[in-house]
C-alpha cells in the first residue's frame, strides 16, 4: 500500500521556469506515494482535520519543503503539536542566516526525517541531525535532460553564476572564475549568465529545454559546486546532455558514482586548461568518457529513481527500519 504523504510545498514551478526541474521532482514521488500538496500558509493542525473531512485523506506523513525562501514554501504553524512523522527538505545551508533557519525550524517542530541535496556539507553542518539525515541529492527528467541529437558546434561551455559578471557572487565560484578569465577569449569558449531564479515562462531565457539543448552542444562543460562544495544540478545536467564534464569534484560526487577519467574528469584551477585541450583534441576518449558519464546520470539519477529512494525512506521510517 502506498504511503499517504502531505507536502507542504508552493507551486513554484508554475511560474518560475528555472525551478522546473525541481517542481518535476517532486511531480514524479506521486507515482509511489498517495500526495496531497498544501500551498497556503497555515495551522497543521487544521490543515490535516480539513483534508480529513474533505477529502477523507489522513497523512502517515508530512513533508515540508525548503523553507529558506518565501516563494517555495508555505508559512506552517503548529507541526509540532501533530503525532504524524514529519520530514523536511534543506538544498542551501551556506550561511550563518540559513543554519540558524534550518536548526530552529527543526527543534520547533519536532522533525523527525530530514532529506538534504547534499551530504557531506550537511553533516559536516549538522552533525547532530545524522540520524535525522536522509541524503535525496538532485537527479534528473529524462524527457529534458537527455541526448537531443544538437550538432557539437560549442568546444567549451560554461554557464551560471561567475564572480566577475555577478558581482554578489564574487568568490563564491572560485574555479568558474578561474575558468572565465582563462578561456573568455580562447576559440570555441562560451558562456551564458544564470537567468535568475524568478524568470518566467514568457520570458526568453535560457533553461528547461533550451538550456539542454544548448548543453548537448558542448564538447566539454565546465562546472563547481562553489566554495561549499555541494553537487550542484549541473554535475547531473552536464553529463545528462551528453557534454564531457570537466569540474571542480567534492566528496559528494564521488560517492554518487563520478570516478575520474571514466565518466568526469576532475580537474582544479591550475590543470583545467590543459586537461580542457587534451581532451578536446583527442575525440575517442572524450566521447567514451562522455557516454560513460551519460550512462551513469540516466541508469542511477533520474527523477523516478529518486522518487522511489525518498518514499523508500519514508516507509522504512513508518516501518520502524533503519535507513535504506
Partial sequence: MKPRILMFIKPFWKSMAKHRAKGDLIKSICEYADVMYWYHDGHAPQIVDYLNTKYQFKPDFIFHYDNASSYLSPDIS???????????????IHDGAHQRLRKTFIENHKIDLIFSVSKYPFLRTFPEYAHKFRWLPWSINPRIIKDWNMPKDIDYLLLGLVGQLNPPYKGVYPFREAVYEKMKREKGFKIHLHPGHTVGYAQNVLVNERYAKELNRAQIFFTCGSIYRYPVMKFFEAPGCRSLLLAEPNEDIFDLGFKDGQNFVACDQ???????????KHESVRTWITDNGYNLIHNHHTNDIRAQQF????????????KV
Fill in 78 to 92: 503548529g507541526l509540532e503539536q501533530l503525532s504524524i512523522p514529519k520530514g523536511y527538505y534543506v538544498i542551501d
Fill in 270 to 280: 591550475n590543470n583545467f586548461f590543459q586537461k580542457a585541450r587534451f581532451y578536446l
Fill in 311 to 322: 518514499v523508500q525512506n519514508v516507509t522504512a521510517f513508518l516501518n520502524g527500519d533503519e
